[in-house]
């Protein structure tokens, strides 16, 4: 089965990712990543978060948001002490992102009740060795 195929068998278009479809997914994922940080991270966690925002910031698909995301993260750098200081962090960021594009900001204070911890039963949420569309992994 192609691409194609799976796309619109999930009811999803087969045209191109538009820049709003992206910046949305991308804040999803990261919101949820943020649900999902510790309260009393590890020194490790605390660097990967931190690598893994900087990564985006110069490897996200569009190159005019990559700068502008460059240029937010130069002025707020990634807080990652702790699970509220990631996720208001977060929120803070997202909001200055909103303001500079016409959006409307969020209430940080609710953070949490919008994106709360995700429910994944331990074994769904493994991938070694699962099989994709591919094969394995």
């Known amino acids: ?19 709003e479809d992206l910046g949305r997914a991308t804040w999803t994922f990261l919101h949820t990543l943020a649900a999902q940080y510790p309260d009393n991270p590890t020194r490790q966690q605390k660097k990967d978060v931190k690598e893994l925002v900087q990564i985006l910031s110069r490897m996200y698909p569009c190159s005019e948001c990559a700068n502008h995301f460059k240029e937010v993260l130069r002025s707020n750098p990634v807080q990652s002490g702790s699970h509220a200081e990631f996720s208001q962090w977060l929120c803070h960021v997202h909001n200055v992102v909103n303001r500079s594009i016409g959006k409307p900001v969020f209430p940080c204070e609710r953070v949490d009740a919008r994106w709360g911890k995700l429910e994944c039963e331990q074994k769904a949420c493994e991938i070694i060795g699962s099989t994709s569309i591919f094969g394995k992994i």
Do not use: C, R
């Open 1 to 19: 089965m192609a691409f194609g195929g799976i796309f619109t068998s999930l009811g999803k278009s087969s045209t191109p990712v538009t820049k």
